[in-house]
DNA sequence: CGGGGTATTGAGTGCCTTCAACCCCCGTGG
DNA sequence: CCACGGGGGTTGAAGGCACTCAATACCCCG
């Protein structure tokens, strides 16, 4: 399993404070509710960057919510490649099936130092029971999860590395916004070579000579840890070339 | 919208009887509890060849079951291209989703005749609220399909074309199996070239290149609607290098 | 026995990969 | 303050997998 780190009560974050609440699972919980909600939380943790939450195979007995960092979700496959599936950002909820008996088909990783809330699986039934508002919440952003996951299969499948680059900044540009980032100056971007080339399936070299070629036609500059978009409407016009 | 022509009642099958209910929603039923069900499905209906059942962009009211035919489930691109899917088989659960105000986002073609059972948005809603197994299969459905769309984001993502050949041809074998189909001998297999190469990402013309390896090495044939196992073993041996 | 759709094959091209070397950035420690 | 080291980023050369375009073969159906 992972290597999480209980914070201590002091160092908690509530739920009312939670500033990555208005994107996560409680979302549309009102001020009484959360208090209660929060009684469910089995704890909050800290996760240092490389550590697992679980891996692929594990059968994790909880639920999660990443309160702050970024993680990635991805699959490994026998060639020792991975495809990764998800950028977990601010607010993600993580982990969540149907069945807590079943092994789960895919591993989470911290890529930043992360805090995150852990519901374990008894929390999970009981807070499904208490509010139906979470129930119609958990299918919304199962429903939104999937969507995703087939607009990650089209473009991988179906476009030039050009345009998946293109289309995934453009994309994690997007969510970064909504999280309140300013996406005029450059933007905190932890995310190497590798793991976008992991994301969206092709070499981390050739995806460098495409990072060379939309820095050069001044598009987005995208290296050490940093975001910069130089041309948003350039972008926006490459991304939507995909679909 | 689709083209569906509504059958008669004489024409049509009950839930009772339906041979695709034991992979479909209903599964879980009782036989007194599916005679109400079915008093909740809206219509049986058929769709021809060819048909789209509904289409990218569109608000489908309601939900569907396939209780006979193939269907294909297709994003599309800008370029032309779409990436399939899902290859819909016989009691495959199909248009779900929690928002009937938001557009779908992929369109569903009929591949071979159909016979298909829809159930309006109302209709579900008082499903879900008169059997609660139901909204529990529904959820254990909705897992699974995100479950497959990871797997295939992930082979298509980072596989050669003939590994991703020989997965998805497994795989197929596999639900097909599943649904009493004998592959020790020649199975029906409505899939042309132009399909097989869009549900994992490559054109047909190579895809061509490596059925006509696949057959020579006495692995798997496949050709003009039959698909024919020759040697199951390897078959398994080349699918089981992806994962 | 055509005719249309599907499958196959060939030739040529190019996108992307592989492998390997080099560079740059940045943190660390002397 | 600078030397050092390491990890990520960049570049080059070479090759191969998969693509494009186009012609031919095959299968099935009317």
């Known amino acids: 399993m992972g290597q999480l780190k209980v914070l201590k009560t002091k160092e908690q974050v509530t739920c009312l404070e939670c500033s990555a609440r208005r994107y996560a699972w409680f979302k549309p919980c009102s001020k009484e509710t959360l208090a209660l909600h929060q009684e469910r939380r089995t704890s909050q943790s800290h996760l240092a960057v ?7 195979g594990e059968k994790p007995r909880a639920v999660y919510t990443l309160q702050d960092g970024w993680v990635i979700c991805f699959k ?14 601010a607010g993600d909820f993580l982990g969540y099936r149907v069945n807590f008996d079943e092994p789960i088909d895919y591993s989470i990783m911290a890529i930043t130092d992360c805090t995150i809330c852990a519901f374990s699986e008894q929390s999970i039934d009981r807070l499904l029971q ?3 508002q979470l129930t119609k919440r958990l299918f ?3 429903s939104e999860a999937s969507k995703v996951c087939r607009t990650n299969l089209s473009y991988v ?84 070339a995909v679909f």
Chains 1, 2 share one sequence.
């Open 50 to 56: 490389g550590e697992y939450l679980f891996m692929e």
């Open 140 to 142: 919304e952003i199962h």
């Open 76 to 89: 490994s496959l026998a060639n020792g490649q991975r495809q990764i599936l998800h950028i977990g950002l």
């Open 157 to 240: 499948g179906q476009s030039t590395a050009k345009l998946k680059v293109a289309f995934f900044l453009n994309k994690m540009l997007h969510r970064l916004k909504e999280r309140g980032a300013d996406i005029n100056n450059p933007v905190y971007f932890p995310l190497t070579r590798e793991e976008i080339a992991d994301a969206i399936g092709i070499t981390s070299v050739h995806l460098c000579r495409i990072s060379v070629e939309l820095r050069r036609s001044k598009i987005v500059d995208c290296r050490h840890n940093r975001l910069e978009i130089l041309d948003y409407k350039k972008l926006g016009t490459l991304a939507s």
């Open 130 to 132: 208490e509010d139906i």
